[in-house]
């Protein structure tokens, strides 16, 4: 074994995370992002179900709730794979 192998048991070991402060903050933002989109698609159903109800096929589920839900997935990902920048002291 080399000498850079070994750690001496006076070296402190530095414990860090996989994701900083700020991604965490992003990936609830996203996640919230997401349920607001899934909320959008709630609804549109019939009380008797021997009645068809054209509200299903509505702009806020069709269109706007997927694509607020895609939106708050993009921002998941971005938190995930985001990467702070350390500042240099000058």
Known sequence: MS?????SPD?????????SKGN???MIIGIAVVII???LMLGGG???PMV?????FSFRRI???PIVSLIGYGIIFYA???KERKSSAA
Do not use: M, V
């Not at 000498?3 to 750690?7: A, I, N, V």
């Not at 070296?11 to 994701?19: N, V």
């Not at 068809?52 to 299903?56: A, D, H, L, S, Y």
């Open 11 to 19: 070296t402190p070991k530095e414990e860090t995370f996989a994701l």
């Open 46 to 48: 019939s009380e008797d």
């Open 24 to 26: 965490y903050k992003f």
């Open 37 to 39: 989109g899934f909320l």
């Open 3 to 7: 000498t850079l192998d070994q750690k």
């Open 52 to 56: 068809f109800n054209e509200e299903i």
């Open 63 to 65: 269109t706007l709730a």
């Open 80 to 82: 995930i794979l985001h």
